[in-house]
């Protein structure tokens, strides 16, 4: 009964679990939407944080640089050898070339004279007021301190560079200054320790709008340009801006009134990001599902266990029932057996006699054998009903129902008998059926049984209402037997549960009567038994279809 149970609810368990399935994908879906958005905040305020990050490594790393060349110009100073050429060529090259931070080393002289990676050159009046005329030399000169410059096209790197000067003295007295020069474009990739996230990039730009640094995308390039001379127009505080999918951060440069910015392509990364949490989730998914599989491996291979446990159970219960009403029906046999077994004997006595008094006619002969010879016939049909009830073949064949009810109560007599139980056969309009007449004959028997017990059990005294009455109708494809009886009834609480489980309501009787009922009707007969009424009378159906064979 338990595989029925099982079968019964697993439509019900699929439902559940596509409902669920459904509710965790619009949840996923969900999920999916608000960790996007969380993501692209997170990466905005990271890149915030990155562009900060930025402006103070990139204040360390002039500092640096503005120190060195403080230092360089201390040992000039102290070396005195600002007049001597041959000193001031291998110092310049000595320092290019130990420190390796900057591209380029230079010292201009107040005389005019120009030194440049060591390799003096020479001067002529109108060089020499060129020279001096220079922004970086002017404004290191007149403000007496280290000083950072912006040069649109260097004169020997011929590119964008940034000129890091120093002034130099001699006995107390403005004499030279001391240049490192930083070509623009490769400012980041001399900035040690430091690193952008992945698909993320920086550059820096001038108060005038313009991107020194070097990037991929120039069509991009410009459009962040573009940006941000839009924005100085307005004369707006700028920390960040918005360019497509683009959120990059701004930060000022104190000392060169620059800005560095820090963006990435918020979509990219987001795709990116939800990508690897995707491949990330599947994985999870497909290892669940695994799980799920070997969860549920296990458990067909146990509950295959169980129900070969339970099925050799049901097996003996099954046997210990049919052998407790083969003892029944074996016993009120052995009583219908004892008249016509008489009667033979008698009959066999009586020709003996006849026979030794020498007064056996061939009349008187003839009627004895004739009587035995019924004795015999009804012998015969019992056993033939009797051996059809107990055969082990579950063959489906055509027969009368009918007849088929007359021979199991034939069975049943001396049993029905023995209680003062009175069974009524209803007239009906009979059929034939293609079916398993055993099995129905098996089913009906313990209904009986039941019926029968329900009445002694209320009519202890009152022999004359011990009546069951079996009717029989039929439709188009299926056979309707209604076993009634006004005995005890059945409780409300029992009748939801009467066919469950093989437990007995009855103070006597082995409890498994009715559940293999209705297993039998459910497995070999495509049948089912139905509890119509619970008292009152107390009526149960068994029904089954006419023709098997069509089914099978």
Not at 345 to 366: C, F, H, P, V, Y
Not at 415 to 443: C, G, M, P, Y
Not at 542 to 549: G, I, S
Request: hydrophobic share 40%; net charge neutral.
């Amino acid at each position: 009964m338990g595989i029925d149970i099982f079968n019964k609810y697993n439509f019900k368990i699929y439902i559940i679990i596509i409902l669920s399935s459904l509710f965790v994908i619009l949840l996923g879906a969900n999920v999916y939407k608000n960790a996007k958005h969380h993501i692209a905040t997170l990466s905005n305020t990271n890149k915030i944080a990155t562009s900060e990050n930025i402006v103070q490594i990139f204040q360390i790393w002039l500092d640096e640089r503005i120190n060195s060349l403080v230092k360089a110009s201390k040992l000039i100073q102290n070396a005195d050898i600002l007049d001597d050429e041959e000193r001031i060529k291998k110092f310049t090259q000595a320092f290019l070339g130990d420190l390796g931070e900057f591209d380029l080393v230079q010292l201009l002289k107040e005389d005019g004279e120009i030194y440049i990676n060591g390799e003096k050159f020479p001067k002529s009046p109108k060089e020499i007021n060129s020279r001096l005329s220079l922004i970086w030399y002017l404004e290191t000169k007149n403000s007496n301190k280290p000083t950072v410059n912006f040069m649109p096209e260097h004169t020997i790197l011929e590119q964008e560079t940034l000129n890091l000067c120093v002034p130099n003295y001699k006995n107390g007295k403005f004499a030279a200054v001391l240049c490192g020069v930083v070509k623009v474009k490769s400012i980041f990739d001399n900035i040690s320790n430091f690193k952008l996230p992945p698909n993320s990039y920086s550059f820096i730009v001038t108060h005038s709008g313009e991107i020194l640094t070097k990037m991929k995308d120039e069509k991009f390039k410009t459009q962040i340009e573009d940006k941000f001379q839009e924005l100085f127009l307005k004369d707006e505080d700028i920390s960040s801006i918005v360019v497509d999918s683009n959120f990059i951060s701004i930060a000022e440069i104190p000392s060169l009134n620059w800005f560095i910015g820090a963006g990435t392509d918020n979509a990219k990364e987001t795709k990116e990001l939800l990508g690897a949490t995707t491949k990330n989730a599947l994985t999870l998914l497909f290892a669940f599902i695994a799980l799920a599989f070997i969860a549920n491996s296990l458990h067909n291979f146990m509950y295959a266990k169980i129900k070969k446990r339970q099925d050799e159970y049901e097996a003996i219960l099954a046997h210990k029932a049919k052998m407790s009403e083969a003892g029944e029906l074996i016993s009120g046999i052995n009583h219908q057996f004892i008249q016509p077994v008489n009667s033979l004997n008698l009959a066999i006595s009586t020709l003996l006699m006849l026979k030794r008094e020498g007064n056996l006619d061939e009349q008187m002969l003839q009627n004895i054998l004739e009587k035995g010879q019924k004795s015999i016939l009804l012998l015969s049909n019992t056993i033939d009903i009797f051996r059809n009830f107990y055969k082990t073949s579950e063959n489906i064949r055509e027969f009368s129902v009918k007849q088929s009810i007359k021979n199991l109560l034939t069975l049943m007599h001396t049993e029905l008998t023995r209680a003062n139980v009175h069974v009524v056969l209803s007239e009906f309009e009979d059929k034939k059926v293609n079916q398993i007449e055993n099995i129905i004959q098996q089913i009906l028997l313990i209904l009986i049984h039941n019926a029968k017990d329900a009445l002694v059990d209320k009519f202890k005294d009152d022999i004359k209402s011990r009546r069951v009455q079996i009717d029989v109708k039929f439709d188009e494809n299926r056979c309707y037997i209604e076993v009634i009886e006004f005995g005890s009834g059945v409780s409300e609480a029992m009748s939801h549960k009467i066919f469950d489980e093989p437990k007995t309501t009855k103070k006597q009787g082995s409890g498994i009567g009715l559940y293999f009922a209705k297993k039998l009707a459910n497995r070999k007969i495509n049948g089912d038994i139905k509890l119509v009424n619970r008292a009152l009378p107390t009526v149960f159906e068994l029904n089954f279809d006419v023709d098997l064979k069509g089914d099978k």
